[in-house]
């Protein structure tokens, strides 16, 4: 059974700092693809940061330079450290993994709120 388990989050003060972990079970993320999405009532999920399979890391305009998603293979885990945060950085983030290969599957994680208080 798959599942992704988001951790961190909480309230913090503008300005602040904060690291989201996701923990992978039965599934290797070095074969996913793994985003971090943001949810604020309301409105649809965002793609805040995105790590592929290559490695290659790519923001949302939002938060470039001051997000940086990484992988760590062999703890087969996600985290997204978040610098300088905003209010507008507030809502519901979600690990989330996606793989073509050998067939197209993706999971979610059950989302972990993150309050930025101005």
């Known amino acids: 059974q798959v599942r992704l388990v988001e951790s961190g989050g909480g309230s913090v003060e503008a300005g602040g700092s904060t690291r989201l972990s996701c923990a992978a079970s039965?599934?290797?993320?070095?074969?996913?693809?793994l985003h971090w999405y943001r949810q604020v009532p309301g409105k649809e999920r965002t793609l805040v940061a995105k790590?592929?399979?290559?490695?290659?890391?790519t923001y949302a305009d939002s938060v470039k330079g001051r997000f940086t998603i990484s992988r760590n293979s062999a703890e087969n885990t996600a985290s997204l450290t978040m610098n300088s945060l905003k209010p507008d950085d507030t809502g519901v983030y979600y690990c989330?993994?996606?793989?073509?290969?050998?067939?197209?599957?993706?999971?979610w994680g059950q989302g972990t709120q993150l309050t930025v208080s101005s």
């Open positions: 989330n993994a996606v793989t073509q290969y050998p067939i197209a599957r993706e999971f």
């Open positions: 790590y592929s399979r290559g490695s290659i890391t």
């Open positions: 039965g599934l290797s993320f070095s074969q996913y693809a």
